[in-house]
Every structure is written in structure tokens, then in C-alpha cells.
């Protein structure tokens, strides 16, 4: 059903009529997204367009919004600052299981305030306070935030309640989702639902109780990703800022630096063997050192980062000195020196508690067989890698070549796992990208944060496969290469990466339902159709909340097209792409 | 570039929505963390540099048509820049304020353009300057300083004179503003002061940088045309002007007309007025000896600031590295805002006795608009009044009893803004301080 002019009248009465619109060119606003490409018929740059674009003000407006939708049967799709392609609507018209309904987008962006609790160590936000904001808040106030991986450009409301929350410095911090207390959520049905102590009326402090605690239903490992319902606002917790509180930043664009803390020490560290890399990150989880920590300049890929990032730092350079750059002396060096390396913040609380750590990680080194990368540890690139580590403010720089990346593989285990696929994963890479639609970076082109579970233990590589989102070939290559991934992990029997959920979102509903029903615990989306039918009766939600239908639990329904090899594939492959 | 190079900036997009805000390092607090004035205000993703790029996918994907919620996407905009530097702080690859511009031009070739435009241009078209006004009268600011003249501008009398090394171009808002006359009248007393041997042209025509940025960019190239054929008649090598704006019109986009129109009249060098006061202040020229007991915070003008870089011709194309890394051959100028006219302004400052100098969170690259620019206080006067106190309120913050600057659309707007305000805090331009420590 379309989104009908009494409904479009009865939200515009709701938001007002400067915070609403159904004119299309404002529409493809949020239809673009990141990595569509690959995942969309013939590769095309939009996702389905909303029916309209709403902007409410307050939870009352969100909820009001939600009940027109019960009313008049249109879906509501959530977003913060709405970066990633499930940001979107998952619908074209149609599409929808067992209903044609529109989808309206909700841009939460007039949604922005936030308050900070000093004493206790708590931050209360609004859907579009964005992570800078909240840490540099914080930090005047001696206090700090786990920074998701994704940068601090994204929506602290959104990482805490909806996806992912895994950073930097989860390790040290925790990610948002062991970090968010009090949640309150509109769900679809319209309840507005207060979470933890929040909604026994005594604060935000927890997110468990004494109140409700609907917290693994909001929350979950991945989240919601805005297909149930939508969270207004929420409690972050804090963690001791051991740093200066004035943020003084320096240096000419895009170059900038943070001067180093008396005690903080900021290193990039190198390995000579991927065991090497593995007892390193064990070693570091065991001593409990670091703050934020992260292998992350390896995304320009390990045969180019390291000349890379100079060339970065270098004001009066650009990409096109590369090239030349790589060939002065001393890069082909540096380049293997780096080959295996990542990037350590420490924070101590006195210089004695610095100076120790320094000597565990000097220790861990020896033991390990590593170094310190002396060219990334001078004042200059150290000042910068403190302001890039400690703010996550440079993640554009994922499409810094050509405005696109696949970020995939990303299996989380322990190291000794996740070095399994490495291997793999770069080698995959460097197959498909020998005939040039894809980005030459170097096979290993990964980053990941060192731990993604506080204390470390679980981590995982994103693997960044860069291609040229206006060039169709390139396009193609990528989609064909996301493919292959998934093909390359079943070699070592591991299951499929971040490209697998990407891959998803091809599917009809029908589809999804298929491989859902056949996941080894099926039970899971069996349960999370009961939560939907009860909060969600209506289902004005998108998919993201992952469920099967009755049919598909009894076995009684199967998808009329087949679901792989990737569904939508566009034929013919490119010219010169390898076949594995 | 034509509309349809751009689709490429908009397939590059990722909507990191780093076009909101200021460099996100730089970020020091929630409340002046944004970067973009039209996006803050009308909170859609269109009205944000990248969103606006989305939009000319739509329209040149033949998704969308225009419309009016279009033209307001397009012309709501002050093309301050800020999206750009922010978008380029990681990305070598995009062109986002270029592509406003361009987008702009495309919507006024086919006659779309906002109510308050055509009768904006009439003036220009009609009297040759911006404010409608007898164009006789454009040096009326000069009469009794005993300033040279042109003899092309008509001038007749003792201090005519057919050559001039150093001409001080006003500009349409100190010609003819009568609140604003007294800063090019500042300036040109302080500059005659330290030294300069400059004239002044009688006659002056508008720079035809607002053209410009309308898309009116015949009337720009008219306006262009007569003001470089006039300055090689005369032998001028260098303008120095007290007007932001008129200083990019003149340095950005006056070479590639020259070179557009095959003419081979070299564009003289351009100068603003605080970098020759910063010149002559540090040669020992110009001697500040009175006490000015002011706590003032200053205003980077976009034009002067992060649009304020040095020109440099490129002619190439786009090519590929490493199979598929967009670069340009030749490398092709960044435009970053990395070298912006930020520091002369602030040395100036420094240098006067009993000046306080202090700084708002927003500065250099990462400056917040004053909303005067991209003809938004004559299209869209309430956005533009919204952007202005966004700026005063951060002023404000500072302690500071005066916001200085260096640009008469900074000036005009931010003075509006204080006086509606009923602040004590006062919007002043640097040689207005700089007159008051002679």
C-alpha cells in the first residue's frame, strides 16, 4: 500500500510542515548509501526510496509518528546519522513479506541533545549526538568514551542500542553495548518502553534494573539495526580520561596533532610472523596494558601504508605522490618493516604507572620478537597517531582511494583463529584484484581493533577491499569478489564474514527466511518472531530484526528462487575476472 | 566541469556525513561542533555538501525532477566551503563546493533560480555594481582623503593619474553602504599611512564574484573582462582590496577567466588588505603607538580563509593508480583550506598595543559562515539572520567586546546581527583597530 495523502497529512501534522518531505530528489538523500553497489540490482547507487522523510523532535513526536504508522500501515525505518546501507529502507515497493506497505525514513537529527552526569560518570544522549561531541564533552570533564570503529562522525545512540558499539578502545572501555545503562525505545506498536532503573523511575544508572529489563531484546550482539522500533534516547557510560582536559590540537589540514600526555606513551609496533602477532596480542590481553589500541593504518593496505600515511601528514602531498614516494629510499624498507604492525596507546594514572607498562610492553616485544617501528614513533607521527587513536576522527580515510570499500571477512574469534583467515583473505584479494578493478593495495589489507570484548580475548579483521563506486566494472568486480570471499572462507571451513549480512540484503524475504531457517540454530529467529509479533504486531519494522514465519519453522514453505550463488549476480562477470 | 562530471563525486560518496561538521579532530565541544549552516537549519540531507550531490545524481539519474524543495536545496547555501574542507581532510577525490557551484549554474541556465535573484542582477546589469546605485557615485568614499584617481575612471584634476602600480579596489558594499563606507575609508588612510603609493578607481566596477555564485557567470565574465582589460590599461600589478569577497573574485576566479576567454592579460596580483597592513606593520612601516584596550575575537572570512588559497592553473584529467585510486595528471590543487590567508588578519591583531586577542572554538579552516555569502541574506534573509547569530553566539562566548573581520558581507551581516541582538559586542574590521592604534 502506498503511503497515502492522509497518513503523509497526519505526520506532517505530527513534525510540522518544514520537518517533513516527499520530494524526490531530497528522498535519494537517504537512498544513497555506502556499498550499495554491491548489493542492489545492476549495481545501482540507491537503495529503495522512503515514501517520505520525517524529522520528529521528542519521543512524544516519535511515538506519535509510530501509532500513524500502526494507523495507516506504512513502515518506519530509523536512522541516526544514518551511515551504512541498512540505514535505508529494505523495501521496494512490493517486497515486503506478505505486504506492500510503504517504509517512511525517520532522520532522528533535530533529536540532539545531551547531558552529562560529572559525578557519576554517565552520559544521557539523544539519537544525533554524534561520538566527537560526546568525547569532547567528556574530556573537558576528565571523563571519556569507547569510540566506535566506525569513527566519531556516527551516532553514540545508534552504536549503544542498535549495532555493533566495538572500537578502539573497547578493550580498555568496553563497547557501547556492554556500556549503555538506561535505554528508552519507542516500540513498533507505540509503547514507549523505559529500560533498567530508567523505567522503575530511578534514573539512568543501569540497564538491568530495577525496572524492565528488555535489554537483550533491544540490544543482542549485533542490534536491531533500526528494524525494531526506535531508541530516543539513552545512557552511555563513561570511562577516567587520564589525559589533559583542553584537547589542544594543532597542525595544518589535514595533518593535525595532539601533543602526547606526560603519561601516555603512543607506539606502532611491528611483528616479524603472524604467530609473533598472535602471542603479542595474547601477551597484551594477559598484562592488561593499553588503552586504545587498534591495527589500523594497515586499511591503506600492508604495501602501501607506510607510505601512505606519510604521504598524509605531509600537507603539500596528495594521492598522485604515491607512486614516487614508494620508490624513495628507505620505503621499500619501511614497508616490510610495517608489514605486520599495529598502533598502541597507553594511559597510566601516574608516571609510575605509565613507566610500567612501557616496560611490560618493551618485555612483550622481546618475547615476541617484535620492535618498535622507530619512523611511526617520532614526536610527529606519535602526535599524530595520539589524536587519531584517542578521537577516531579520520575513519572517511576507509574510502580515501576511491570513494568505496567492501569491509569484509571481520570472523570474530580468538587471534589464534582469526589468524586462520588471514591468510586466506589476502590472498583472495590479490587474486581479484590482479586485473586492476580493485584497489592494489596488498593482499593484507586489514584492520582491526586488537580487542573487542572488554579485556580483550575476541578480535577480529575487516579486511578492506577498495573499489570505484562510479566506474561499473569496478562495481562489478567488487560484488564478484564479495562473493568469492564467502567461497574463499568455506576452503578452511570458516563461516562467512561481514559480506555475508551485506549479501543478505540482495535477498527477498522470502530468501532471507530460506537461509534463516536453515542457520544451525533456527530457534533464535523462531524467538525473535514472538518478540516481533508481540511488540511489532503490525510489523511496521524493517528487516533487520531477523525472524522466520511460522511456515518456515514448520517446513512448510520454501523460497521460490534459490538463494546462491549471490542472488542478482550481474552477468557477465567482468572482463579479465578471475574464476576460483 | 559541467553538471554530469559531478555524478562521479556523488557515486564516491560514502554519506559519512563529515560535511555537517567541522574536521572532526578539531571538534571541542557539542555546541560548536557543526559545520554546516544549511544543514543545521533546514536539517535534511540535501542541504548538506554531500546531500546536495546525491540530489544532482537524482535529477541527472532522471530520478528526481526540479522542483522548488530543489532550487532550495541548491540556492539555501552560503558555499561557505566548510563541507569541502571537511570532506577533504580524508579524500582527494571530491568537489563538493565546486559541484554546489556548478549545480547553481545548471539550475539558473534553465531559468530556475530564487524570486529575489533576477532583481539582484538587474542592479548589476543596470547601474555595474551590486547595490542598484549611480554608479557616479562609487568613490564618493574617497572625496576629501586625497587619494590618486584613475584617469580611466573619468577622474579629472591634480591627482589623476593614467598608471598606477597599486590600485585599492572598494568594492559594491564600502562604495555604497553608508554604515560600511568607513572601513574602506580606514583602509585606505591606514594604508596611505604606512607608505603605500596606491590610487583608487573612480569608476570601479563590481568584481562579479556574487554573479558568480548565483550562476549568472556571463555577467561574471562581462564584469571580469572589463576590470582586467581596465587594470592592463592602467599597468596595474597589484589590487588590494578590503573585501573578502571581491579578494577571491579576483585571485580564484579571475585567471580562469582570463585563460577561458583566451585573453593574454595577465590577472595582477591580488592582495587583501590585513595581508598589506601585516606587510607594512612588520617592515616597520606602518607604527602603532596608541593603546587600544579591547578584547576582540576574529572572524575568518570564508573567502579570505579556507576559500582564500592561492590559484594555480590546472588543465588534466582524472586517471587511476594501483588499478583503481583516483588521482589527477597533473596532480590537480586540493583547495583544502590548508592555506588560507588565516594568519596576516591575526598578526595585525597582535601587533596593536592593548589588543586582547581571543579565540572562538570555530577558526581558519574549520570557521563558522556569517551566513553573508552565496547571496543568501537576499534569497533567504532568514537563514542568513539564523547563521549570523549562530556566529555571535559563539562570539559571544569568548568575553570579547568586538567580533573583528575582514570582509564587508561578514561585516554587514555580523553588524545586523549585534544590533538586533542588543549585544555591547560590536562587529568591526581590522583596519578600523588598526586606525585606532595610529
Redesign the interface.
Known amino acids: 500500500m502506498a503511503l497515502s495523502d492522509e497518513a503523509y497529512e497526519a505526520v506532517r501534522s505530527i513534525v510540522g510542515e518544514r520537518n517533513v518531505t516527499r520530494d524526490p530528489a531530497i528522498l535519494d538523500g537517504y537512498a544513497l548509501q555506502m556499498l550499495v553497489e554491491l548489493v542492489r540490482p545492476d549495481c545501482s547507487h540507491y537503495m529503495p526510496r522512503a515514501a517520505a522523510i520525517v524529522m520528529p523532535a521528542s519521543t512524544e513526536e516519535v511515538q506519535a509518528i509510530v501509532k500513524a504508522a500502526n494507523k495507516y500501515n506504512f513502515g518506519v525505518k530509523p536512522h541516526g546519522t544514518g551511515w551504512y546501507h541498512w540505514a535505508s529502507p529494505m523495501y521496494d515497493k512490493g517486497s515486503r513479506y506478505g505486504d506492500e506497505k510503504d517504509t517512511v525514513q525517520l532522520d532522528m537529527r533535530r533529536m540532539n541533545k545531551i547531558e552529562i552526569d560529572e559525578k557519576n560518570g554517565i552520559a544521557i544522549v539523544e539519537p544525533y549526538v554524534i561520538h566527537s561531541q560526546l568525547h569532547a564533552e567528556a574530556i573537558k570533564r576528565g571523563w571519556t568514551c569507547n569510540i566506535i570503529g566506525a569513527g566519531s562522525s556516527c551516532s553514540v545512540v545508534a552504536a549503544a542500542c542498535a549495532y555493533s558499539g566495538i572500537g578502539a578502545g573497547t578493550m580498555w572501555m568496553g563497547g557501547n553495548a556492554e556500556n549503555v545503562l538506561g535505554m528508552e525505545w519507542v516500540t513498533p506498536s507505540g509503547e514507549i518502553v523505559r529500560n533498567g532503573s530508567l523505567g522503575s523511575g530511578d534514573g539512568w544508572f543501569c540497564g538491568e534494573g530495577p525496572g524492565p529489563s528488555v535489554r537483550g531484546i533491544m540490544r543482542g550482539t549485533l542490534g536491531s539495526r533500526g528494524g525494531m522500533g526506535v531508541y530516543t534516547k539513552c545512557a552511555i557510560r563513561l570511562a577516567h580520561w587520564p589525559g589533559r582536559t583542553d584537547w589542544p590540537v594543532y597542525g595544518t589540514v589535514p595533518a593535525y596533532r595532539l601533543p602526547i600526555d606526560e603519561t601516555f606513551r603512543v607506539y606502532t609496533v611491528a611483528v616479524p610472523t603472524w604467530d609473533a602477532w598472535t602471542d603479542l596480542y595474547y601477551k597484551i590481553y594477559d598484562n592488561e596494558i593499553g588503552f586504545t589500541l587498534h591495527r589500523q593504518y594497515n586499511l591503506a593496505g600492508a604495501d602501501l601504508a607506510p607510505t601512505f600515511w606519510l604521504m598524509y601528514n605531509d600537507p603539500t602531498k596528495q594521492l598522485s605522490d604515491l607512486p614516487w614516494m614508494l620508490e624513495e629510499p628507505g620505503m621499500a624498507e619501511l614497508t616490510e618493516e610495517m608489514r605486520i604492525s599495529l598502533q598502541i596507546v597507553m594511559a597510566g594514572r601516574s608516571e609510575g604507572d605509565i613507566e610500567l607498562q612501557d616496560k611490560v610492553l618493551s618485555k612483550i616485544l622481546e618475547e615476541v620478537g617484535g620492535w618498535k617501528v622507530e619512523k611511526y614513533c617520532t614526536e610527529d607521527m606519535a602526535e599524530f597517531t595520539n589524536l587519531y587513536m584517542n578521537r577516531l576522527g579520520h575513519k572517511e580515510i576507509n574510502y580515501v582511494y576511491a570513494g568505496n570499500y567492501i569491509g569484509s571477512w571481520m570472523q570474530a574469534g580468538t587471534p589464534d583463529w582469526v589468524k586462520g583467515y588471514i591468510p586466506v583473505a589476502a590472498a583472495g584479494y590479490e587474486r581479484d584484484y590482479r586485473n586492476g578493478l580493485l584497489v592494489q593495495a596488498g593482499g593484507d589489507s586489514m584492520m582491526g581493533t586488537v580487542g573487542a570484548y572488554p579485556g580483550g580475548g575476541i578480535m577480529g579483521l575487516e579486511q578492506f577491499v577498495s573499489y570505484d563506486g562510479a566506474d561499473h566494472d569496478s562495481c562489478r568486480a567488487a560484488w564478484y569478489h564479495m562473493d568469492d570471499a564467502v567461497e574463499d572462507a568455506k576452503t578452511i571451513n570458516y563461516p562467512p564474514g561481514k559480506e555475508a549480512l551485506y549479501i543478505e540484503m540482495r535477498y527477498t524475504d522470502e530468501q532471507a527466511f530460506d537461509k534463516w531457517a536453515g542457520a544451525k540454530q533456527p530457534f533464535t529467529y523462531v524467538f525473535q518472531r514472538k518478540i516481533r509479533e508481540r511488540y511489532d504486531p503490525n510489523y511496521i519494522g524493517d528487516r533487520q530484526y531477523n525472524w522466520i514465519p511460522e511456515e518456515w519453522e514448520k517446513g512448510e514453505k520454501r523460497a521460490s528462487t534459490p538463494i546462491m550463488p549471490g542472488p542478482g549476480r550481474p552477468q557477465p562477470a567482468p572482463e579479465g575476472y578471475p574464476t576460483i | 566541469m559541467a553538471l554530469e562530471d559531478y555524478?562521479?563525486v556523488?557515486?564516491?560518496?560514502?554519506?559519512?556525513?563529515?560535511c555537517k561538521?567541522i574536521?572532526?579532530?578539531?571538534?571541542?565541544?557539542?555546541e560548536f561542533?557543526k559545520g554546516c549552516p544549511s544543514v543545521d537549519y533546514?536539517?535534511?540531507?540535501?542541504y548538506s555538501g554531500g546531500?546536495r550531490m546525491?540530489?544532482l545524481?537524482?535529477?541527472t539519474d532522471g530520478?528526481?525532477?526540479i522542483?522548488d524543495?530543489?532550487k532550495d536545496?541548491v540556492f539555501e547555501c552560503t558555499l561557505c566551503g566548510q563541507c569541502d574542507?571537511s570532506?577533504?581532510?580524508?579524500?582527494?577525490?571530491?568537489w563538493i563546493l565546486d559541484g554546489a557551484r556548478e549545480f547553481r549554474h545548471y539550475l539558473n541556465q534553465k531559468g530556475v533560480v530564487p524570486d529575489a535573484y533576477p532583481g539582484i542582477i538587474a542592479k548589476l546589469r543596470d547601474s555595474g555594481n551590486m547595490a542598484g546605485a549611480q554608479q557616479a557615485g562609487r568613490a564618493g568614499w574617497a572625496e576629501g582623503l586625497g587619494l590618486k584617481r584613475l584617469a580611466a575612471s573619468g577622474a579629472a584634476g591634480a591627482d589623476t593619474v593614467d598608471k598606477a602600480d597599486v590600485l585599492l579596489h572598494a568594492g559594491c558594499l564600502y562604495s555604497f553602504n553608508p554604515t560600511l563606507r568607513g572601513v574602506v575609508q580606514a583602509s585606505a588612510r591606514v594604508l596611505a599611512k604606512g607608505g603605500l603609493d596606491f590610487a583608487v578607481d573612480g569608476d570601479e566596477r563590481c568584481c562579479g564574484g556574487k554573479a558568480y555564485d548565483m550562476g549568472y557567470r556571463d555577467d561574471f565574465a562581462a564584469s571580469a573582462k572589463a576590470n582586467l582589460e581596465k587594470w592592463a590599461a592602467a599597468g596595474v600589478k597589484t589590487i588590494v582590496t578590503p573585501c573578502a569577497t571581491c579578494f577571491w573574485t579576483f585571485k580564484r576566479l579571475y585567471p580562469e577567466a582570463a585563460a577561458t576567454a583566451g585573453s593574454p592579460v595577465q590577472v595582477p596580483e591580488v592582495l587583501h588588505t590585513t595581508q598589506v597592513a601585516d606587510r607594512l606593520i612588520k617592515e616597520g612601516a606602518l607604527r602603532l603607538t596608541r593603546t587600544v584596550p579591547m578584547k576582540v575575537t576574529y572572524h575568518d572570512p570564508c573567502h579570505l580563509g579556507r576559500q582564500g588559497e592561492d590559484y594555480v592553473p590546472w588543465d588534466g584529467k582524472e586517471t587511476?593508480?594501483?588499478?583503481?585510486?583516483?588521482?589527477?595528471?597533473p596532480?590537480r590543487p586540493?583547495y583544502?583550506?590548508?592555506?588560507g590567508v588565516y594568519e596576516p588578519p591575526r598578526d595585525v591583531l597582535r601587533a596593536i598595543p592593548g589588543l586582547e586577542l581571543v579565540e572562538m572554538e570555530r577558526t581558519k579552516?574549520a570557521a563558522w559562515c556569517c551566513g553573508g555569502g552565496g547571496a543568501v541574506p537576499q534569497a533567504y534573509p532568514d537563514f542568513a539572520g539564523f547563521t549570523a547569530s549562530k556566529r555571535l553566539d559563539e562570539a559571544k562566548t569568548t568575553g570579547a567586546d568586538a567580533i573583528a573581520t575582514a570582509c564587508s558581507s561578514c561585516n554587514r551581516i555580523l553588524g545586523s546581527a549585534t544590533a538586533g541582538d542588543g549585544t555591547t559586542m560590536q562587529a568591526i574590521d581590522v583596519l578600523e583597530l588598526v586606525e585606532r592604534a595610529l
Open positions: 555524478r562521479a556523488a557515486m564516491r560518496c560514502n554519506r559519512c556525513s563529515y561538521w574536521p572532526q579532530d578539531r571538534i571541542k565541544s557539542w561542533a533546514r536539517h535534511f540531507h540535501a546531500g546525491v540530489a545524481l537524482s535529477l530520478r528526481s525532477e522542483t524543495e530543489l536545496v574542507v570532506c577533504k581532510v580524508c579524500r582527494y577525490d571530491m587511476k593508480i594501483f588499478g583503481q585510486a583516483v588521482v589527477y595528471d596532480p586540493r583544502n583550506g590548508a592555506w579552516e
